[in-house]
């Protein structure tokens, strides 16, 4: 059983321009929603998190959104680059942390020149 | 401040053996939790580990096993390799098991059963 569904399964953008991947969910237990981002030969690592108070949170050119009553979370990535060029997961948890993630299956993200 | 160790990096081991996987957490982290990676797939959750006691444990057999000790770092143990244990097996460290931020991952041991 898949917890969270991530999509789509791989993207290609142009320099310069947005990438948005979208993940859902059924547990409405869970209180906490990262995206991690891994490069090949890497462990992954946390690129941004919310918590489902807000609809919205923003650090620098990556943005979560959050729609509770939908049972869904995007991230977008504004003026993407090259070397954003990465797989990246959500995951969800509810234990208001890190404990026990539950990830998707991930996107790999390819920026273009 | 060393950030998450993992031993060995990648590894090869027949059906029906056994394996241990180690870690080291970051500086200052207690709690260490570990995961599996398949190939094209996410991190699934497999145990955690607080206080040298596992804090929590995803959907795994008993096969798969842990340790953690005084200094913090961590062993994963699988007995009785089957060919669908072949995966990136990746462990991460936080803060304290009541931490609401982040986990630190380690670059994982590649496990290949054959």
């Known amino acids: 059983q898949q917890q969270v569904k991530q999509s789509p399964q791989s993207l290609i953008v142009q320099k310069g321009g947005i990438s948005i991947i979208n993940c859902a969910y059924e547990?409405?237990?869970?209180?906490?929603f990262p995206w991690y981002q891994q490069f090949p030969g890497k462990g992954p690592a946390l690129l941004i998190a919310?918590?489902?108070?807000?609809s919205e949170k923003k650090e620098g050119r990556f943005t979560i959104s959050f729609n509770k009553s939908a049972k869904q979370f995007s991230l977008h990535i504004m003026d993407s680059q090259p070397g954003d060029s990465a797989t990246y997961f959500c995951?969800?948890?509810?234990?208001?942390?890190?404990?026990?993630?539950?990830f998707g299956k991930g996107t790999k993200l390819t920026v273009n020149p | 401040e060393t950030g998450v160790t993992q031993s060995p990096t990648h590894l090869i081991k027949t059906r029906g053996q056994q394996v241990t996987l180690r870690c080291s957490s970051q500086?200052?982290?207690?709690?260490v939790s570990w995961y599996q990676q398949a190939l094209g797939q996410g991190p699934q959750f497999i145990f955690q580990?607080?206080?040298?006691?596992?804090?929590g444990r995803g959907n795994f057999p008993p096969r798969f096993s842990g340790l953690q000790f005084p200094n913090y770092s961590s062993e994963l143990n699988v007995n009785a390799l089957e060919l669908d244990d072949s995966a990136l097996y990746l462990c991460?460290?936080?803060?304290?098991?009541?931490?609401?931020?982040?986990?630190?991952f380690g670059e994982g041991s590649r496990l290949t059963v054959l």
């Open positions: 500086s200052g982290h207690n709690t």
């Open positions: 995951a969800a948890s509810s234990k208001g942390g890190s404990e026990k993630l539950v």
């Open positions: 580990y607080y206080r040298e006691e596992e804090n």
């Open positions: 547990n409405t237990a869970f209180d906490y």
């Open positions: 919310i918590r489902p108070d807000v």
């Open positions: 991460a460290s936080s803060l304290s098991v009541a931490n609401t931020g982040e986990l630190f």
